[in-house]
């Protein structure tokens, strides 16, 4: 029964790594993602603002 144990915590622990990789990456992209938005932005504004 130990052995066992140990077996399923080791899963959860590498499958909470696995889920705070996901989070982590899914992170990142969404703060790339809004960067290039909020750069989208900034460089079409200037040319509104002259016209």
Excluded: F, H, W, Y
Excluded at 30 to 39: F, N, V, Y
Aim: charge should be positive.
């Amino acid at each position: 029964m130990p052995t066992s144990k140990a077996k399923s915590v080791r899963c959860t622990a590498s499958v909470m790594k696995m889920l705070d990789n996901m989070v982590a990456e899914m992170k990142d992209s969404l703060k790339t993602e809004a960067r290039g938005i909020s750069d989208g932005i900034q460089t079409e504004k200037p040319p509104r603002r002259t016209a």
